[in-house]
């Protein structure tokens, strides 16, 4: 069984960076995807960046492109979100999860996913 376990999150100001880590226990396959989500108070789970376990392929959502990368350490079954130029709407607890296949539409959906942990808060305020 997979357990993860996000951490790395934190209170910083509007442009300050952060860097995001999440640990993973148990069975990863090559063809597994590791993801970030967030989610606001009052809000949707959304989508914010996939890497492929196998070749450190990776997508974004478009309010983050520029701004974010994700990146997969496997000899430390560690994936990473390096955030920087933090904006208010930033603002949410961070999720990471898995799922498997290829970088698709469907990879940013929330339902595709298993292994959610307890996430990390991100507070940025302007």
């Known amino acids: 069984q997979v357990q993860v376990v996000e951490s790395g999150g934190g209170s910083v100001q509007t442009g300050d960076s952060l860097k995001l880590s999440c640990v993973i226990s148990?069975?990863?396959?090559?063809?597994?995807?590791m993801s970030w989500f967030r989610q606001a108070p009052g809000k949707e789970r959304e989508f914010v960046a996939a890497?492929?376990?196998?070749?450190?392929?990776?997508m974004y959502r478009d309010s983050v492109k520029g701004r974010f990368n994700i990146s997969r350490d496997s000899s430390k079954n560690t994936v990473y979100l390096q955030m920087n130029s933090l904006k208010p709407e930033d603002t949410a607890v961070y999720y990471c999860a898995l799922t498997t296949g290829r970088l698709t539409i469907a990879t940013m959906a929330p339902r595709a996913y298993y292994g959610w942990g307890q996430g990390t808060q991100v507070t940025v305020s302007s």
């Open positions: 148990g069975r990863i396959f090559p063809t597994n995807v």
């Open positions: 890497v492929t376990w196998s070749g450190g392929n990776s």
